[in-house]
């Protein structure tokens, strides 16, 4: 079947590149898999394999048939015809894997983020950029709010780098593994209030922190924490911006 370009298809089908992922992946049998964006079950028939619980989220309605003639017979898979972006976990811990379409890679991630209680770990190919962005360090021009919303909740590991020639059609750019793994105890901070002060703080990245948070902290505040108001949000490190939206939960409910 013919990839649809405007859902960002690219089917897999280097045979080598799909054994180093499963690989990664590592499925066993007690655990709960949910793969995102199935394409033609090239990952889906050796996550099935495993004896994994396995739930396949398909959004095109072309691809559920070629999906259901694999893999209706195996009483481990359930099919659901749905978009990746509205979908609720339930009954999870889950391992969440799949090829991420490169439109909803940033949307997505949010979306689990927001759900994490009931995700072990998320294994994806996305975009070798946006995994450099999500595993980047503070002072790097690469750090970002997806750098400080994702590490805030997942340990995350940069693995494999995946040639455009490894798919077709072929993207246009390089791609990469990213596992990310839910922290056991990761600090206590209101999602929501850290999302707000991150977008905020990296609104307009070449002004100072100072400028960019000034409708909603004070510059006691940032100092509070051992930033410097006239740094720029991406020399603050994670922990920094954890303290500063605890401080600004707590001036919530002062």
């Known amino acids: 079947m013919k990839a649809k370009k ?55 309605h072309d691809l559920i048939p070629i999906l ?28 969440v894997v799949g090829n991420l379409p490169y439109n909803i890679s940033s949307p997505l991630l949010i979306s689990m983020l927001y759900q994490s209680e009931q995700i072990e770990q998320m294994i994806f190919m996305l975009q070798k950029e946006v995994v450099q962005r999500i595993c980047a360090s503070p002072g790097t021009k690469l750090f970002g709010r997806l750098s400080v919303m994702l590490q805030h909740r997942f340990d995350c590991t940069a693995h494999l780098s995946i040639p455009p020639e ?5 993207p246009k750019v390089d791609s990469q593994i990213i596992q990310l793994v839910t922290k056991k105890k990761p600090t206590k901070v209101d999602l929501p209030v850290l999302e707000r002060l991150v977008k905020q703080s990296f609104a307009m990245r070449r002004k100072t ?19 410097d ?3 720029r949000a991406e020399t603050i490190s994670l922990s920094q911006f954890e303290q500063l939206a605890l401080a600004v939960q707590l001036g919530a409910t002062a």
């Open 6 to 60: 405007s859902l960002g298809q690219n089917f897999l089908q280097d045979d080598g590149v799909i054994h180093n992922i499963v690989k990664i992946i590592n499925p066993k049998s007690t655990e709960k898999l949910i793969e995102i964006g199935p394409g033609h079950g090239a990952i889906t028939r050796h996550l099935q394999s495993s004896g994994a619980a396995l739930q396949l989220i398909e959004l095109d």
């Open 68 to 95: 259901q003639q694999q893999f209706d017979c195996h009483e481990n898979v359930e099919i659901h015809h749905t978009d990746a972006l509205k979908l609720k976990l339930e009954g999870g811990p889950f391992k």
């Open 166 to 170: 490894a798919f077709n059609p072929r």
């Open 209 to 227: 922190i100072r400028n960019n948070l000034k409708q909603l902290v004070s510059i006691e505040h940032l100092e509070a924490v051992g930033i």
């Open 229 to 231: 108001p006239s740094q």
